[in-house]
């Protein structure tokens, strides 16, 4: 019993980036705009970061930029950051990534998400270059689901383990007194 409680918490440590942190792991922020990375000219745009619990800085980076564009603190929730964007200009399409520093050192850089400015809502896109609009956007509900369920399992078998153990004093302290 006590090998299958150790392969549990030994995969729970490989599947659940978030408790990877005590292993040095930091696991890799998700980057996103709001509304979306699409972006009508003047209009006000949020890109956020989330990443640990333990971060404590955020950067967001530019590409083709050489120091981080921008470096917020993270909000109440302390797993992600806001970046504002007042009002979108050709100045601040591009590609965009961002990546946090914890007292465990610096997590690797995001995904990368295109912000791309259109003249309005209705007219195609503006690029700064020459290059095709990407979506990045990434579901992780499967992950997350993943880890819930071994989460689950791993609570269900502590919670066996512990049964297990009043049990065996129960029994042993019946047995004492007769």
């Known amino acids: 019993m006590m090998a299958m409680l150790t392969l549990l918490l030994y995969l729970g440590l490989i599947v659940e980036p978030g408790t990877a942190g005590e292993a040095g792991i930091l696991p ?3 980057i996103w705009a709001e509304p979306g990375s699409l972006i009508a000219l003047d209009t006000p745009v ?3 970061c ?4 333990e971060a404590e800085n955020y950067f967001l980076y530019k590409e083709r930029s050489g120091d981080p564009w921008d470096i ?3 909000l109440e929730t302390r797993n992600k950051a806001k970046f504002n964007i007042q009002h ?3 100045k ?3 590609i965009y ?3 946090y520093r914890s007292s465990a050192g ?3 850089h995001s995904d990368a998400m295109e912000l791309v400015m259109t003249d309005s809502i209705d007219k195609p896109p503006t690029h700064t270059e020459d290059e095709a609009p990407a979506s990045h956007h990434q579901d992780h509900t499967v992950e997350n689901l993943i880890r819930m369920v071994l989460a689950a399992l791993v609570l269900v078998t502590l919670v066996i383990l512990l049964l297990e153990a009043w049990t065996f004093k129960k029994v042993e302290k019946d047995a004492a007194m007769r």
Request: hydrophobic fraction near 35%; aromatic fraction near 24%; include cysteine.
């Open 92 to 94: 601040y399409a591009g």
């Open 28 to 30: 890799k922020p998700i």
């Open 97 to 99: 990534k961002c990546y």
């Open 46 to 48: 949020i890109i956020w």
């Open 88 to 90: 979108m200009t050709t």
């Open 72 to 74: 917020q603190f993270p």
């Open 50 to 53: 989330q990443g640990s619990w």
């Open 106 to 108: 610096f997590s690797e």
